[in-house]
């Protein structure tokens, strides 16, 4: 029994130096063969045991099957080690190191939080407040008191989505105006930024869901020549310094006068034509593109919050941020801006 564990402890020492040699796959196996293969040295080994008492041979039996289990253990390690090497000699032939790197590709703020976040900057830098409000809101901050009651032909034109007979998704920004000024008494300035529903059918020019922007300015002695200049300067700071805006007569409810809010056309540059021949797709030939509605607050909105518009006066707007994404960026869908669309987000980064 003793020279069988001598004999053992020589083969585990030639083993693990016939393994450290062994320079490839294929030695290493053929260092498998002659020690664990069917006519290998372990096998000679073990038939010696018959030469053994009755009561040596379990013994004996048991202490080779635990040296087997060493160097089987040490045959995979080596193994892997030698698989390891192939692997990064494979990457060290195939892969330039000193070539540069791929860029990755990071995410950046989509184009119409940009312009969101860019309007409220203009706004809060002069001392504007920004307000967010509930999306889903009652008729009466919706409509009623923004001078549109239930019977006015007014309400016809927003196409709302209604949650109830009294609740609906909200069709613009102008309920957080109300709400604002039922808050606070006059002066006020504020902008209302979020979110807008409406029933219109998806085009290239109409989405269903889209944002908008609308600021209010109160105070005493606050004209349409107050409106004009603020909406010009942001105008000329979202599109650039030569931006020319023009505005037209209009209606709306809750505004007295009323205007709609144009600005020259950044394809044709106010134009109308894209050559001598070819009307701007953009803007239709006119040379200008709409934005949205602006004018004086009406009195009846200013009666409603328990202001007297003999003594306060006050400006409002409204713009959607997509329709001055469409100017901006030069596109000629509105819907590429909620596509998702990797490609055109990269373009406009």
């Given at each position: 029994?003793?020279?069988l564990k001598?004999?053992l402890?020589?083969?585990?020492?030639?083993?693990?130096e016939a393994?450290?040699?062994?320079r490839?796959?294929r030695e290493l196996?053929?260092?498998r063969?002659?020690?664990?293969?069917?006519?290998?040295?372990?096998?000679?080994l073990?038939r010696?045991i018959g030469?053994?008492?009755?009561?040596?041979?379990p013994?004996a039996?048991?202490?080779?099957?635990?040296?087997?289990?060493?160097?089987?253990?040490?045959l995979?390690?080596?193994?892997?080690a030698l698989?390891?090497?192939?692997?990064?000699?494979e990457?060290?032939?195939?892969?330039d190191?000193?070539?540069?790197?791929i860029e990755p590709?990071l995410?950046?703020?989509?184009?119409?939080?940009?312009?969101?976040?860019?309007?409220?900057?203009f706004?809060?830098?002069?001392g504007?407040?920004?307000?967010?409000?509930?999306?889903?809101?009652p008729?009466?901050?919706?409509?009623?008191a923004?001078?549109?009651?239930?019977?006015?032909?007014?309400r016809?034109?927003?196409?709302?989505?209604?949650?109830?007979?009294?609740l609906?998704?909200?069709?613009?920004t102008s309920?957080?105006?109300?709400?604002?000024?039922q808050?606070?008494?006059?002066?006020i300035?504020?902008v209302?930024?979020?979110?807008?529903?409406?029933?219109?059918?998806?085009?290239?020019?109409?989405?269903?869901?889209?944002?908008?922007?609308?600021?209010?300015l109160?105070?005493?002695?606050?004209?349409?020549?107050?409106?004009?200049?603020?909406?010009t300067?942001?105008?000329?700071e979202?599109?650039?310094?030569?931006?020319?805006?023009?505005?037209?007569?209009?209606?709306?409810?809750?505004?007295?006068?009323?205007?709609?809010?144009?600005?020259?056309?950044?394809?044709?540059?106010?134009s109308?034509?894209l050559?001598?021949?070819?009307?701007?797709n953009?803007?239709?030939?006119?040379?200008w593109?709409?934005?949205?509605?602006?004018?004086?607050?009406?009195?009846?909105?200013?009666?409603?919050v328990?202001?007297?518009?003999?003594?306060?006066?006050?400006?409002?707007f409204g713009?959607?941020?997509e329709?001055?994404?469409?100017?901006?960026?030069?596109v000629?869908?509105?819907?590429?801006f909620?596509?998702s669309?990797?490609?055109?987000?990269?373009?406009?980064?």
């Amino acid at each position: 029994m003793s020279e069988l564990k001598n004999n053992l402890e020589t083969l585990q020492s030639r083993f693990a130096e016939a393994v450290a040699q062994a320079r490839d796959e294929r030695e290493l196996d053929a260092v498998r063969v002659a020690f664990l293969g069917r006519s290998g040295e372990v096998t000679l080994l073990r038939r010696s045991i018959g030469q053994l008492s009755a009561e040596e041979r379990p013994t004996a039996g048991k202490t080779i099957n635990d040296v087997v289990e060493v160097l089987e253990a040490q045959l995979q390690s080596a193994q892997a080690a030698l698989e390891s090497r192939g692997f990064e000699a494979e990457l060290a032939q195939s892969i330039d190191i000193t070539f540069p790197p791929i860029e990755p590709q990071l995410g950046t703020i989509h184009p119409v939080r940009r312009i969101i976040q860019e309007a409220c900057n203009f706004f809060e830098r002069r001392g504007f407040a920004v307000l967010t409000g509930p999306e889903v809101e009652p008729d009466y901050y919706t409509f009623d008191a923004l001078n549109i009651p239930s019977d006015h032909p007014a309400r016809e034109g927003f196409d709302s989505f209604f949650i109830s007979d009294t609740l609906l998704l909200r069709p613009h920004t102008s309920p957080m105006q109300i709400r604002a000024m039922q808050q606070h008494k006059p002066p006020i300035a504020v902008v209302a930024p979020g979110k807008c529903y409406r029933r219109d059918a998806v085009d290239a020019r109409h989405l269903f869901q889209f944002h908008q922007i609308e600021g209010l300015l109160v105070a005493e002695g606050v004209h349409f020549g107050h409106l004009k200049g603020t909406l010009t300067e942001m105008c000329r700071e979202l599109f650039g310094v030569d931006q020319q805006v023009r505005f037209r007569p209009s209606f709306f409810p809750f505004t007295e006068p009323s205007a709609e809010v144009d600005t020259t056309c950044p394809k044709c540059h106010g134009s109308g034509r894209l050559d001598t021949a070819v009307n701007c797709n953009m803007c239709g030939g006119s040379g200008w593109i709409e934005l949205g509605g602006a004018g004086m607050v009406h009195p009846n909105v200013l009666r409603e919050v328990g202001y007297d518009p003999d003594v306060v006066s006050g400006w409002a707007f409204g713009f959607g941020i997509e329709r001055i994404g469409l100017t901006r960026y030069d596109v000629d869908d509105i819907r590429r801006f909620v596509e998702s669309d990797p490609d055109f987000l990269r373009q406009l980064r």
